[in-house]
């Protein structure tokens, strides 16, 4: 500025942010489709064959579910540490087979929550899985 001019400074200031916890329902809203979306493009760049294997493995939690008592959506990590037990009661994938082999239990795991997040748009929690893999160590 020339000399001899004043300068005008601000006396508003800009209000902060807005927390995601004070977020209106509209914007929550367009949030979670925005993330569903985004898991949905994620996932469709999967295999097709990891696709049809996470898709079994969900027929499997459906099926524990059902026998279970267990509402489908509950992903948690005692539900998914009883799903570990469950299938390992199951009969093996191969003729012969006692019980579903570890690593596809494993999968199974993998699968369930995968689906669950990106099919039903369920929040899970960082590590939900965690306590179900530890288990199947155990066993």
Aim: aromatic share 6%; with cysteine; hydrophobic share 35%.
């Amino acid at each position: 500025m020339p000399d001899g001019q004043n300068t005008v400074e601000s006396v508003v200031t800009p209000a902060a942010p807005a927390r995601p916890e004070e977020y209106d329902t509209a914007t929550r809203a367009a949030l979670d489709h925005i993330d569903r979306q985004a898991v949905r493009t994620v996932a469709d760049g999967r295999p097709s064959s990891t696709r049809r294997s996470y898709a079994q493995d969900w027929v499997s939690w459906t099926k524990f579910c059902a026998d279970s008592g267990v509402p489908e959506l509950a992903v948690t990590p005692g539900t998914l540490v009883m799903f570990v037990e469950w299938l390992g009661t199951q009969p093996g994938g191969r003729k012969g087979t006692c019980c579903t082999a570890p690593s596809t239990i494993d999968r199974r795991i993998s699968g369930t929550v995968v689906t669950a997040r990106a099919e039903h748009g369920v929040r899970l929690e960082d590590g939900v899985a965690r306590l179900a893999r530890n288990r199947l160590k155990q066993l």
